[in-house]
């Protein structure tokens, strides 16, 4: 196996846009909708679908994606729901896939992926007589072909695959054995995303990328900006899908979109604006709820002579700033706060285990002591320019200079500039962030973000501890286990506190009560090899 470069300037770029844009989705109106659902409505899973609906044959299925993939390949594109993967998920399919309901990673495009009893060895076993649109074998050399451009390119998951698979062999026609470092009993997990996504080599034979794969639609065209087009695969593995044409289109306003969809001009939307989410949940929308934790929170920067780089600082921060009243001031109050890792709506949530609490007292504690040592109480936050950024800008640093901080909100003209201070230049106090633990296989962002090895810290405090936190959460086989792991972590995250946490995100896609049999993957992700529009 060809060893993984270092993912390049460029594809970090696209990283840190999905993360930023992840944590700042939500419209200009802030009015609270009166009587909206409670914490309890926000559990993740298939929501208002109705049991006994009927498939049928034919039609097209419109959705209206969150933002537009530049390009369908998994090496250079994020691949969530809400970043283009579940057009590239149309394409390629997936060799795993996350069943939420039954909790578990399941097979999909693949027959099967194995663990031995330790968890570090596992067995991929693929369906005999699968083939790619063009008409090649989907096989075991041509999954290894796909892994090695996928770490070679150097895609999201690239470096946390180097970190764990120390070895990955053909076996026979449909086999591979992958052999890791260390027990990992979530492996499957990666496979859910873009490491399963299976390209084929005639990909990559012209002189632009063509997505090829041997998932359930072929692209068909593209107008920029405005929509993207899928026709059937007939030679599909599990048979020719239900539907006749797969569009997605894009509309940047989620309030166009909203109310495109309430009109009917589209089947199928993905939300994250706080105030529309539970508009649809209140109205009993049919579609499928995602929990992302630590969708809202703020970057450190630990670096020496940066404020962070001085622990007490950085936990004065947190314990300054009330979640509430953020979110009150932004988004109305709609959708879920919690400084917490493992927020209420969390697999991993046990009552008890928070993250550091709203303590204005001990936060004027810390930052005098920092002071006496010779802080001198400033401090910036880097902010978008948009009115509910700068909503949450003015909250949090009315919260800091409350405590004795002389804090600053600096609003950025654009996204890119934002990314620009943080990953390229490193030149920020905080930063407005998204770390984006999703339940369904939270290590692999733990990993990027939060390990010394990751690479996507972009300056804040990683340690030895924190190191071993997340690797025993990895480690974790059991319920028991991993309960254990996630309390242990939280509790070494309020020692380190390498971020500001402010909640998590909610990601919805919903779809017309004419439209079924969507299935549920991780990252938001839908497949619709087996969807059908009445």
Request: one cysteine or more; a negative charge.
């Amino acid at each position: 196996m060809t060893p993984p470069r270092t993912p390049r300037t460029a594809f970090a770029l696209v990283v840190a846009l999905a993360l930023v844009t992840s944590s700042c989705a939500s419209s200009d109106d802030a009015e609270k909708k009166a009587g909206g659902p409670t914490v309890g409505a926000f559990a993740p899973g298939l929501v208002n679908v109705p049991e006994d609906a009927e498939a049928v044959d034919g039609g097209t299925i419109t959705l209206g994606s969150y933002a537009e993939p530049l390009e369908l390949d998994p090496v250079k594109t994020i691949v969530a729901g809400t970043t283009g993967g579940t057009e590239m998920a149309a394409v390629y399919d997936v060799l795993m896939r996350w069943d939420e309901e039954e909790q578990a990673v399941v097979p999909q495009l693949a027959e099967s992926l194995t663990p031995n009893e330790d968890h570090t060895t596992w067995e991929l076993t693929l369906r005999p007589d699968v083939t790619f649109s063009d008409g090649t074998t989907l096989g075991a050399e041509a999954v290894r072909w796909s892994i090695d451009r996928y770490l070679e390119q150097g895609g999201h998951d690239a470096a946390v695959w180097s970190h764990n698979v120390t070895d990955m062999q053909v076996t026979g026609d449909l086999t591979l054995e992958l052999t890791l470092e260390r027990p990992w009993p979530s492996f499957d997990s990666l496979f859910t995303t873009g490491i399963g996504m299976v390209v084929a080599k005639g990909s990559d034979a012209g002189e632009q990328f063509r997505p090829i794969g041997a998932g359930p639609f072929v692209f068909e065209d593209r107008t920029p900006q405005e929509r993207m087009t899928f026709t059937t695969n007939p030679d599909y593995f599990d048979g020719k899908p239900a539907l006749d044409t797969l569009e997605f289109v894009y509309i940047v306003d989620p309030n166009a979109l909203w109310d495109t969809f309430g009109q009917g001009d589209v089947s199928m939307a993905i939300m994250r604006d706080p105030i529309l989410v539970e508009e649809a949940l209140s109205e009993e929308t049919p579609g499928y709820l995602q929990m992302v934790g630590a969708g809202v929170t703020g970057l450190i920067n630990s670096k020496e002579g940066y404020p962070g780089s001085d622990v007490r600082v950085r936990q004065a921060i947190q314990m300054a700033v009330d979640p509430e009243l953020v979110n009150e001031r932004a988004n109305g109050g709609a959708g879920v706060v919690s400084s917490s890792l493992f927020p209420e709506t969390s697999r991993f949530h046990q009552d008890g285990v928070e993250g550091l609490p709203h303590d204005p007292e001990e936060a004027r504690k810390l930052v005098q002591a920092a002071k006496a040592d010779g802080f001198d109480g400033k401090i910036t936050y880097l902010q978008g320019s948009s009115p509910q950024q700068r909503d949450i800008g003015l909250a949090v640093k009315a919260q800091l200079d409350a405590v004795g901080f002389e804090a600053e909100a600096e609003f950025l003209p654009s996204i890119t500039d934002l990314i620009t201070r943080v990953v390229v230049d490193g030149d920020y106090d905080m930063s407005t962030w998204a770390l984006s633990w999703r339940d369904s296989a939270p290590y692999a962002r733990m990993f990027g973000i939060n390990h010394s090895e990751g690479g996507t810290g972009y300056g804040t405090v990683s340690s030895p501890e924190m190191d071993q936190l997340i690797e025993d959460f990895q480690a974790a086989a059991t319920d028991e286990a991993q309960l254990a792991a996630a309390e242990a972590l939280q509790t070494g995250w309020n020692e380190l506190v390498p971020a500001m946490v402010l909640g998590p995100t909610a990601e919805l896609v919903v779809w017309q009560p004419e439209v079924g049999g969507v299935q549920t993957n991780s990252n938001t992700m839908v497949l619709l090899d087996d969807a059908w529009a009445s």
